[in-house]
């Protein structure tokens, strides 16, 4: 749909700031399509949606990314992924779009998620995957502003429960065995 057919929607942060934005554009929110959609029967009214849940910064983040994307379709992110930098993965405007701060990325992940844009989505969680990567408890704690609600002993009593979970065994058929044997001999003993 191109731009005289389609009109133009006007997007409203939730300071009531406003964007006027190609209805392509702008219906790349699924959230957005389904309520201009709902409104079709006014076709002579101004269209304007309102976006409580996105501050005008991120919304104009949000349009940039938009924009770009009509005149170049991002690289479909697969999984598994074949490579731990988002470079390898998409184009590099792409790329360079979420070399942004930290908050204003964790707010375009929510403001993708908000307006039910896919793609936008998928490459924010993308650049917060590749963020998180190989960081310890506490550095994710301070991150993602989350308390540590264990005790220090209930910290380690969970830790020792599942210190099969970080360090992968080198010697797993040889545990596995073990464990098999001893259930067998208990077995035995029982009896």
């Not at 409580?52 to 170049?72: D, R, S």
């Not at 609600?149 to 210190?163: D, G, H, L, M």
Request: glycine share 4%; aromatic share 6%.
């Amino acid at each position: 749909m191109d731009s005289e057919e389609g009109g133009t929607i006007t997007l409203i942060s939730s300071e009531g700031e406003r964007f006027q934005v190609d209805a392509s554009v702008a219906k790349m929110s699924k959230l957005v399509e389904s309520t201009v959609d709902e409104d079709e029967d006014e076709d002579d009214s101004p269209r304007e949606i309102q976006l409580p849940n996105v501050k005008g910064t991120v919304l104009a983040k949000v349009i940039e990314y938009c924009e770009h994307f009509q005149t170049e379709n991002m690289t479909e992110i697969s999984t598994p992924l074949k490579s731990s930098k988002i470079e390898d993965l998409v184009q590099p405007w792409y790329a360079d779009y979420v070399k942004v701060e930290q908050v204003l990325l964790f707010e375009l992940v929510t403001a993708a998620n908000f307006m039910d844009i896919k793609p936008l989505l998928d490459l924010t969680c993308l650049a917060v995957s590749v963020f998180i990567k190989g960081k310890s408890p506490e550095e994710l704690r301070r991150i993602f502003n989350l308390s540590n609600e264990f005790t220090p002993e209930e910290e380690a009593q969970v830790r020792e429960e599942n210190k099969w979970a970080e360090q992968p065994s080198k010697r797993g058929d040889d545990a596995a065995s073990n464990t098999a044997t001893n259930n067998n001999n208990n077995a035995s003993s029982s009896s």
